[in-house]
């Protein structure tokens, strides 16, 4: 008699093999179950319940565009935070009904968008601002405008995704912030609405949260400009675990903990709607990458285990030095060896996760699945090594919704035409 | 009377905003002069002309596998070295009459069509020989085959691309190379050709190609191997200079370096032929990447520009934390300050180049060239944030020959259906 302990996955309810086994799609493939990504854009919606103006869970875009996912969460936050003329066209595409639009360095095309359609714009300079007017003046529109600011709070994350940091290339300093927003307040294109702060990404300790509202609250009390207030938008940047042991806040930490200063500031100045611009947080734990084992290879003291993904499909270990939890779907856990996980592509670069406890039997054909693949994964992905893009598999309610082959040759081609 | 002093960027004898002009394509723009690739491939031809045996150089496809631009290297080397199955269809599509097969994870239909196609498979492992053994048993073929080997020489290189170290996903260390070398000799679905081994990426050092080289010598004279040689397959790794100042060898520098080995090793076992991958060298120099001004931007002392690439683009500086020079075109440099080049991603990590001199006058809508792009760079290319990737360029002779609008959005869209 042998006892078995099997690693099963599962996505909205359903075993992940036979998911994989309806779709028909071939690995590599990342698949997302939509309705825990529903669940946190939701579970935003209810931490902040207790504020007093309106509340906007804008979705940020740039961590999952899939299209076949972002309607699903889209249904539910009816809002989306922008960085492109590409994402506002799928975000409008998927039902936004409020974008705001944000960027260093927004193209003119995206700036006329969004005059156009009255959406928000995060102006990130006063030479910004200067842009906007004159694309405002020659639309004979009034821009919607707050401005961004840079609390210069140093959250404790990758350097790559810390934004509000000194010297950063988003932003204002609160020490600068006061002249553009009295432009934007005298400028006949303009109607400030407020201002828009983002300390970074992957964030996993509430107090750089904290502390920034509190910094941006001063600035607005000491400058008088808490009066003007009509919009306060606190970012994104929420962390999620990509450790199985680990601990991070949930949305409704972060809504308690900014709590106090929120209601605080509201009832200085009652007219202002809160917007928030959380990615990573509502999508990360909802995806999954599925590759299957190509070859193992056993060198030196060394195991490798090769699947059929490489950085161009899942670049974040190379990127940040990420790790992502790896579990192969059904191997049998009693029994396990150390190895890394490798890709496909001629680069050494190209490790997916190193030193990794797996099932003793793993063989060829196996599925290796790296978990929380559903924030800045499928987003980065490319056809470096002229490796295909990904498939995708999109689970609401135990229905396959989105179902996207493994790229093929004929499309990939035409790319290069 | 005012004196300029004007930065003009030329491509196959022309001015870069001539050929931009004249391509009609918008920026970011890869911009490949053909002739200079096609002169560097053929340098390296040259420089090892002196071998008696056959000397193949296949272009590494990974570098750049823009078809426009490979069908002009490849008229000239005829031989590529591939990874993927789309690099050998893009290869053979643009006339390669031979190639070698790369790679630690191969796929099922990657060795079938080595196998089909009698290609030399550079077999990473004895995993993947009892592969390969099996696909030609089914197809009842002989493959063609030589032991990639791990000469553990580590040169002085980013760690992503250091390829030969101990430890690394690639090959067979040497010291257990002759029993899969044997096990090669002895298996009637294999012929045996030789070795092959690839040190890493950009080395600017000949000193570890030596070092290599010796190591695999000793190894084929100690096992006696030298008497089956038929291939020897030195891989490439040769840098390019990233750097204005900067002083790296040239093909013929490598081919001095190794060519005392080389002789020797050919007076010992006469039958082999020599092989080599360039990828970077080849075509690193041959290739820019045009980006246009977006927006200025002064913020506290630190001074920015913004251009319309982001790291999507090019994310060599993020990945590997490289450098390339950057060049105003049409910019007077009499006159200039320090500044900073960043993409319009909305993440910290988009930044292109740190702290450059530039022209004081630079401003929106100037073009802003990244030099020594050519490999490395549009094959790792991404949709990230929604954006485009960019279009590309080919000149040959002064005559464009291969032109390629920046993506649009009912392409990019089509992916994702």
């Known amino acids: 008699m042998r006892v078995s302990h099997r690693a099963v996955i599962e996505v909205s309810g359903r075993e992940l093999d036979d998911v994989l086994e309806e ?26 319940s207790w504020f007093p103006g309106d509340v906007r869970v804008c979705y940020a875009m740039k961590a999952n565009f899939n299209p076949h996912l972002v309607e699903h969460i889209l249904d539910e936050t009816r809002a989306a935070d922008v960085v492109s003329l590409w994402e506002m066209r799928i975000a409008v595409e998927a039902g936004a009904e409020e974008l705001v639009v944000n960027g260093n360095a927004k193209s003119d095309d995206e700036l006329r968008a969004a005059v156009l359609n009255a959406w928000v714009i995060n102006v990130d300079s006063m030479e910004e601002l200067r842009r906007v007017e004159r694309i405002a003046r020659r639309e004979e529109r009034r821009a919607r405008v ?27 300093s609160l020490r600068d912030a006061e002249r553009v927003c009295r432009a934007m307040i005298e400028s006949e294109y303009v109607e400030f609405l407020g201002v828009h702060y983002h300390i970074g ?30 919009y306060l938008n606190v970012g994104g940047g929420l962390g999620v675990p990509y450790r199985m042991d680990e601990d991070v806040p949930r949305p ?45 290879k056993e060198s030196g003291n060394r195991r490798w285990i090769f699947v059929d993904a490489g950085v161009n499909a899942l670049i974040r270990p190379a990127l940040y030095d990420a790790y992502h939890e790896v579990v192969v779907h059904g191997g049998d856990y009693l029994e396990t060896v150390r190895a890394s ?64 082959e493994v790229q093929g040759y004929d499309e990939f081609r035409t790319v290069w035409e």
Not at 220 to 228: A, I, R
Not at 272 to 283: A, K, N, T
Not at 357 to 385: H, I, K, Q, R
């Open 341 to 404: 996980i490798a890709g496909p592509l001629c680069e050494s670069g190209d490790v997916l996760a190193e030193d990794r406890e797996v099932p003793a039997d793993v063989s060829e054909g196996d599925l290796v699945v790296f978990l929380t693949a559903g924030a800045y994964c499928e987003s980065m992905a490319s056809n470096y090594n002229c490796q295909p893009l990904p498939g995708s598999v999109v689970v609401r309610d135990g229905e396959l919704v989105g179902v996207r």
């Open 252 to 296: 409704r930490d972060l809504a308690r903990a900014l709590r106090e200063d929120l209601k605080d500031l509201h009832s200085e100045s009652p007219g202002f709607d809160l917007y928030l611009e959380p990615g990573r947080s509502i999508v990360g734990e909802a995806g999954v990458l599925v590759t299957r084992v190509r070859q193992l």
């Open 201 to 230: 990404s992957q964030i996993t300790d509430l107090e750089p949260f904290v502390e920034a509202l509190r910094s941006v609250r001063r600035f607005l009390e000491e400058t008088g400009l808490v009066e003007e207030l009509r």
């Open 146 to 172: 707050a401005l961004r600011v840079n609390p210069e709070v140093d959250p404790d994350t990758h350097p790559h995704i810390a934004t509000a940091v000194e010297g950063s290339k988003f932003g204002v």
């Open 23 to 48: 779709s028909g799609v071939s690995t590599p493939v990342y698949v997302y179950d939509a309705d825990l990504a529903v669940e946190r854009a939701r579970e935003y919606r209810e931490a902040f």
